[in-house]
């Protein structure tokens, strides 16, 4: 396994966890240090009488502690993970308790049930009837509430972009909730978006284009091929159907885990970790609701041995796993790299294919530079080319220039159409 202190950290749940997670990473604070095949197991001495027992299944990287801690993984697991990447000559072999092994098993039946279940679930007949019937009910739905956006939109125009201020927030909101009903949530979440960008002119007109032309598409969508439909479906909110996904042939391989980004939004924190092979890029989403922990994630900068089933479209990006995706040894061909042009080529190439497409992928960015213009921070590479970043924090744009020390690097690069939003540095100089 390829596991650093780095990687470890990152699948920390917050920045505490982290910090109390690098304390315990030393062997005095344990009683049991043990990594039986496929797994690490301890036993950490807490505030009670008992110590601690916290077991690790390394297939997945998922944790068990007994511990009172409802952060996963918590202190311990982090812990213990640390401390088999730098004290590896400290753990035994020994077979892990019943409880930790039983555990294990049960996670491995889990996954096996889940496997057969979406194979099923793919396999499984539906009533054609019914499920046009249904079918028919939503899209009437959907098309009542976007024949009524589409009104808003041109009553918008007609009165003048600039009147569009003096409006309150609840014809936003109104508009919203009409949607929502209409079961069109990914247009609501557009629409929510107006009273952001009141201020910008030319961002708000094409904001507006894009909302318009989202009604137009569906009023011609019988036109559009199956991937365009799919894509069309999406930026409207239908959901996903994980089976179907799943029945789809996938993409096996080694992926290097090149990037996540969690922000808040609305009422939920959003995930997105980016899988990349070669030039291929994969999305994956996890959600949770706000105050609530993400599921486990993959650490940043391993290679996973994973299945990729890619979701419809006709620009793919967003896929799913199918089964377990172990953490295999780093593999040596690296990730395709990048020019900003290159990047803005592909980017519009992908636009074409999609206008409602969010971000356009992870990319390896090599030879870059960051800069401050006085006002904004920028990317810069060897052809002077320059692109806005758009920073996870204030302490950001430091923390690359101490990392790099002030030398070309390479970098990995989300970009959404106006910004870059950078992970951090994967290695400086010039690439061999």
Known sequence: MNLTPETILALA???????NGKKLATPAKWQNLNAPAGMLWGQAQGSGKDP???????????SKCSCPSRKFPCKHALALLLLHTTHAGDFGQ?????????WVKGREHRAESKEQKTEEAARKEVDPASQAKRRAAREKKVTDGLAALDLFLKDLVRDGLAQARGRPYSDWDTQAARLVDAQASGAARQVRKIPELLGEPAALLTHLAKLHLLCEAWTRRDTLTDDEQADLRTALGFPLSQAEVLARPGLRGKWL??????????TFTTRRTWLQQGRHHALLLDFAPSGRPLPPGSPLGATLDAEVCFVPSATPQRALL????????????SPDAFTLDELLERHAQLLARNPWLERSGIYLLQNVKIMNDGTNWHLLDATDRTLPLRLIDSRQPYLLLAQSGGQPMQVFGEWDGQHLLISGTVGTGEKE
């Open 13 to 19: 749940p917050d920045s505490a966890s982290a910090s």
């Open 52 to 62: 601690y027992l916290t077991g690790v299944d390394l297939n997945g990287l998922v």
């Open 94 to 102: 020994a077979d892990a308790p019943e409880s930790l092994q039983t």
């Open 257 to 266: 885990v090149a990037a996540q980004f969690t922000e808040e939004e609305d």
């Open 322 to 333: 199918r089964g377990e995706a172990p953490i295999s040894p780093r593999s040596e061909q």
